[in-house]
Nanobody, 126 residues
């Protein structure tokens, strides 16, 4: 099972960026999916999650209203659309997936996700 994140880059404050994460090895249609991020010198933190059972989405307070997580089960991908980016959004972004049929409560619990992508760097300049 592998997750491959892509789409990071350099963007000015106020701009937008879209991240994508492709899964391989098995289908993720029945897995919880999430994005986390790790800023320089800080611990990894939750960004957003998508539940497989009812398609609920969850967001960390700092990104609510600006970021959108979406899954495409046919393509085995999960995306993170990031709008109105701020310098404090600068971080390495990681996609993550949980075991099949697992329900993550709370969704932001990192231990719920067993599979992690390699990370993609997002840099927001002021």
């Amino acid at each position: 099972v592998q997750l491959q994140a892509s789409g990071g880059g350099l963007v000015q404050a106020g701009g937008s960026l879209s991240l994508s994460c492709a899964g391989s090895g098995r289908a993720f249609s029945t897995s919880p999916l999430a994005w986390f991020r790790q800023a320089p010198g800080k611990e990894r933190t939750f960004v957003a999650a998508s539940a497989w059972n009812d398609y609920s989405t969850y967001y960390a307070d700092p990104v609510k209203g600006r970021f959108t997580i979406s899954r495409d089960n046919a393509k085995n991908t999960v995306a993170l659309q990031m709008n109105s980016l701020k310098p404090e959004d600068t971080a390495v972004y990681y996609c993550a997936a949980g075991d099949p049929f697992r329900i993550c409560r709370p969704a932001e619990r990192g231990a719920c996700y067993n599979y992690w992508g390699q990370g993609t760097l997002v840099t927001v300049s002021s």
